[in-house]
């Protein structure tokens, strides 16, 4: 069994960047941490609660399998993380002596949304002796290297959908769509000869 530990600067970042991959390794007897950095009171649409994505997080990632006692949240304020790297560095290296993870999932460090680099940055600190996968954002990756790909079946596909359906305040975002969702994955099956899958880009591997 490996450990495993996705670090979402949003919450339904992990989701959307490898929500299927987290569930096949799941079923397959790994234990997955998931890490959110921010919860984005700030910019919550005015018909919800400020703290709805607290809510619709843990919901979400109970559909993946996830472990309540294996979600983190944070409280990072969005669209500061640049502001804030050393206590996020410092957050991360604790994470790395609780968890010791074996593998380590991370925004792209092209990514050009400023917390999803700081993020990957701060994590690539931290990780440097650990395998780091950066997961695919098509919306805010100007570049991605698909190096890595993860096979993915319906069952799968069908955690991920059901884990994004909880983010009922992200519903009106383009790529929240079930269709657009299921459309890349056949994309990136289609690149290796499989039904669906999720690419990463491969920052460094060790084995």
């Not at 990632?61 to 560095?89: A, C, H, M, S």
């Not at 790909?149 to 359906?165: G, I, P, Q, S, Y």
């Amino acid at each position: 069994m490996k450990q495993i530990l996705v670090l979402a600067p949003h919450t339904d970042d992990g989701e959307f960047g490898c929500g299927g991959t987290i569930n096949k390794l799941i079923s397959e007897g790994h234990e997955v941490y998931y890490v959110a950095f921010s919860a984005c009171e700030q910019s919550v649409l005015p018909q919800f609660p400020s703290d709805v994505l607290i809510t619709e997080v843990k919901a979400a990632t109970i559909e993946l399998g996830i472990k309540p006692e294996n979600l983190i949240l944070k409280d990072y304020e969005v669209r500061t993380f640049n502001y804030r790297r050393q206590d996020i560095l410092d957050d991360i290296i604790k994470l790395r002596a609780d968890i010791q993870p074996d593998m380590v999932f991370i925004p792209a460090l092209t990514d050009i949304h400023q917390d999803h680099k700081t993020i990957a940055e701060e994590a690539l600190r931290a990780f440097k002796f650990t395998t780091v996968l950066s997961y695919e954002m098509p919306w805010n990756n100007i570049s991605f290297e698909t190096s890595c790909f993860f096979k993915l079946n319906e069952d799968h596909m069908t955690a991920k959908v059901n884990a994004l359906k909880k983010y009922e305040s992200q519903a009106h975002r383009a790529y929240a769509s079930e269709n657009f969702i299921y459309s890349l994955a056949t994309v990136r099956g289609v690149q290796i000869s499989a039904k669906y899958a999720e690419t990463f880009e491969v920052i460094r591997w060790i084995n």
